[in-house]
């Protein structure tokens, strides 16, 4: 079955870390650019980072630019976002979508597989 | 930064009905343009591309249109299904933007 399973997120105080992943099935990993989204309370989606299908490249939303590292294993099928130094703006649903490799390189960068998302809260 | 607007925020259409989305861009976008749909406690779905271009597996009464700064999504004769939250997200640009969403609701 392709599908995109994020986990890891929870509840954490401001200034502390956590570490999601995004679990890959059904589908080539390595053929794919992968991104993270997010998505705070009754708020739109914001996207965040991405990283290349080999981790040669990766860029970042000013937003979380310098806090938040965006890493994969190909061996592993997964996607992780590090989060550091977080902060109450930073609560929202953390989702992982793909790109094709090819549609990336031509510059199409619409995400056509999501996953369900795993939500992050960030309070004292 | 490319500012997305989607309107209205809210939209009550009775079922068998037509309903029509408006998304503008703050600068032109070309046809760099998608949109989602996204259900309750569910993964956001990818409808159309390219402005105009269905997904795999979207049904004919979903239809996308425009170009530069003005789209419009439209979904003729409403079946219970398409009731939800329909986002528009630019990629002529980074970083890459979304608007704030349509709510199409029953009426």
């Known amino acids: 079955q392709v599908q995109l399973v994020e986990s890891g997120g929870g509840l954490v105080k401001p200034g502390g870390s956590l570490r999601l992943s995004c679990a890959v099935s059904?589908?080539?990993?390595?053929?794919?650019?992968m991104n993270w989204i997010r998505q705070a309370p009754g708020k739109g989606l914001e996207w965040i980072s991405y990283i290349s299908s080999s981790s040669t490249y990766t860029k970042y939303a000013d937003s979380v630019k310098g806090r938040f590292t965006i890493s994969r294993d190909n061996a592993k099928n997964s996607l992780y976002l590090q989060m550091n130094s977080l902060r109450a703006e930073d609560t929202a649903v953390y989702y992982c979508a793909r790109v094709s490799v090819e549609m990336a390189t031509a510059g199409y960068w619409y995400f056509d597989l999501w996953g369900r998302g795993t939500l992050v809260t960030v309070s004292s | 930064e490319i500012v997305m607007t989607q309107s209205p925020a809210t939209l009550s259409v009775s079922p068998g009905e037509r309903a029509t989305l408006s998304c503008r861009a703050s600068q032109s976008v070309s046809n760099n343009l998608a949109w989602y749909q996204q259900k309750p406690g569910q993964a956001p779905r990818l409808l159309i591309y390219g402005a105009s271009t269905r997904a795999t597996g979207v049904p004919a009464r979903v239809s996308g249109s425009g170009s530069g700064t003005e789209f419009t999504l439209t979904i003729s004769s409403l079946q219970s299904e398409d009731f939800a939250i329909y986002y528009c997200?630019?990629?002529?640009?980074?970083?890459?933007?979304f608007g704030q969403g349509t709510k199409l609701e029953i009426k």
């Open positions: 997200q630019e990629y002529n640009n980074w970083p890459l933007g």
């Open positions: 059904g589908f080539t990993f390595s053929d794919y650019y």
